[in-house]
């Protein structure tokens, strides 16, 4: 009999300790919020970076570009503060997927009504000006292909600071239809490219090199 209870109590100890490991195998796969909780699919998150704790860059905000159309908007970092910011909100290729996962494709978008140029899938949307691939609005949603290429985003963690992300641009094969869809993406970092006149805001877009300024966020639930 103690044979027996010391066998069935080795056997609860490993599954538990199994199970543990398991757990943590599983979160080290998910985007975490500052409060250590997975992000979910459809629920609303304000966006923070490192340098916005310190009040350099503030929140995240959809805008009209000077001298372009109304719409689509743009997507901008404020230059201080979070007056008017929007929370977003992401969707996963994979409808399956009830968190958010590290690496895997996604859509991004603003949670907000307030104007029908801020709606629809982020994507990235070659400046009337520049020709630099900025962030925009007026993405479709769902329905991975190569006709949506443009609309893929993913959280990776960050290369600076542990325990932090960096938005990328670089959708998966699968997503967009295979390597002949992918071959002509060019892939990249989501930074501050360039700043409106007054300074008041950052225009955020694919920066193929090292990123050196947005690229250290962290997550709020709304």
């Known amino acids: 009999m103690a044979n027996l209870i010391i066998q069935?109590?080795?056997?609860?100890?490993?599954?538990?300790?199994?199970?543990?490991?398991?757990?943590?195998?599983?979160?080290?796969d998910?985007?975490?919020?500052?409060?250590?909780?997975?992000?979910e699919v459809g629920l609303s998150y304000y966006v923070r970076t490192v340098l916005s704790q310190l009040g350099i860059g503030g929140g995240i905000v959809a805008a009209s570009k000077p001298n372009q159309p109304e719409c689509p908007q743009y997507v901008a970092?404020?230059?201080?503060?979070?007056?008017?910011?929007?929370?977003?909100?992401?969707l996963p290729s994979d409808p399956s997927h009830k968190h958010i996962h590290i690496s895997s494709d996604l859509n991004i978008m603003f949670?907000?009504?307030?104007?029908?140029?801020?709606?629809?899938?982020?994507?990235?949307?070659?400046?009337?000006?520049?020709?630099?691939?900025?962030?925009s609005t007026g993405g479709g949603i769902g329905n991975p292909s190569p006709q949506t290429a443009a609309n893929w985003f993913k959280i990776e963690n960050s290369?600076?600071?542990?325990?932090?992300?960096?938005?990328e641009y670089c959708p998966s094969?699968?997503?967009?239809?295979?390597?002949?869809?992918?071959r002509d993406i060019v892939c990249g970092a989501i930074d501050a490219?360039?700043?409106?006149?007054?300074?008041?805001?950052?225009w955020l877009g694919l920066v193929p090199g090292n990123p050196?300024?947005?690229?250290?966020?962290?997550?709020i639930k709304a």
């Open 193 to 202: 490219t360039d700043a409106t006149d007054d300074n008041r805001m950052l």
């Open 30 to 39: 998910l985007v975490l919020d500052v409060e250590g909780n997975p992000l």
């Open 173 to 182: 094969s699968s997503t967009i239809d295979g390597f002949e869809a992918k």
């Open 159 to 167: 290369i600076a600071s542990s325990g932090f992300y960096q938005l």
């Open 77 to 90: 970092q404020l230059a201080v503060g979070w007056y008017g910011e929007s929370p977003i909100t992401f």
């Open 111 to 135: 949670n907000t009504s307030s104007s029908v140029c801020s709606q629809g899938a982020w994507q990235l949307t070659p400046d009337a000006n520049s020709g630099s691939l900025h962030l």
């Open 212 to 219: 050196n300024f947005f690229h250290v966020l962290s997550f």
């Open 8 to 28: 069935f109590s080795a056997t609860i100890f490993l599954i538990s300790f199994l199970s543990i490991g398991a757990a943590k195998t599983a979160t080290k």
